[in-house]
């Protein structure tokens, strides 16, 4: 309580707060009860290329760790029959590969930024299962021309533009993804719109924001 007291203190000292996103601007009115200016990250557009979504696959980008939900994922890819495609390492690693163990999931562990481009650009959306500050996933995969699935919480609400660049998931379950999963249409989503929206976070644009 002391620390927390003293955090509460320390947090009336800075002249401006700036946070990445309304959802971050709303966690330090509630604890601190200071108002922020909100600041969206830069997202490197060029590390993509817009792709086709010419594979069968879903496609997951994350670091391998407990409470970004992956299982979700994985139960809610088996549930729909569809493969799902993930990028990344981390703790969790062991864990989440025991749990796919006979589902359609493909570890690919730590790759290079070539291959992401490649993998997230010709899969049909990616898929945001945990909820994050910012959300940036969502725009890394529309950067490829791919929409993306994302659990309607924290900072995907701002990157998503629902029925334009993805589509949401109410509940945190395997099942509410799962129906997501069978509902998605790709067809209703264009690479160049996708690529717009994400280049509109463009560093560029951080600067002149900045």
């Given at each position: 309580a002391g620390l927390v007291a003293w955090d509460k203190r320390a947090a009336q000292r800075p002249t401006l707060f700036v946070a990445n996103s309304q959802n971050v601007a709303g966690r330090v009115l509630r604890y601190y009860g200071r108002e922020s200016q909100v600041l969206p990250c830069?997202?490197?557009?060029?590390?993509?290329?817009?792709?086709?979504?010419?594979?069968?696959?879903?496609?997951?980008?994350?670091?391998l760790l407990h409470y970004k939900n992956i299982d979700i994922a994985i139960a809610g890819c088996a549930l729909a029959g569809v493969p799902l495609?993930?990028?990344?390492?981390?703790?969790?690693?062991a864990a989440l590969r025991a749990l796919a163990a006979g589902t359609r999931t493909t570890f690919h562990g730590y790759v290079d930024d070539r291959t992401v481009d490649r993998i997230v650009g010709n899969a049909r959306a990616a898929i945001l299962p945990g909820s994050e500050d910012f959300g940036l996933v969502p725009l890394e995969a529309a950067a490829a021309g791919r929409p993306t699935i994302a659990l309607a919480a924290g900072g995907a609400l701002e990157t998503i533009i629902e029925g334009e660049t993805g589509a949401f998931f109410r509940e945190a379950t395997a099942a509410s993804l799962a129906q997501a999963l069978r509902d998605f249409d790709s067809a209703r989503y264009l690479p160049a719109r996708l690529r717009a929206h994400a280049e509109s976070f463009a560093p560029p644009r951080f600067v002149e924001r900045l």
């Open positions: 830069p997202v490197d557009v060029d590390r993509f290329t817009s792709g086709t979504g010419s594979g069968d696959y879903f496609v997951l980008v994350s670091r495609h993930i990028i990344g390492s981390g703790p969790a690693q």
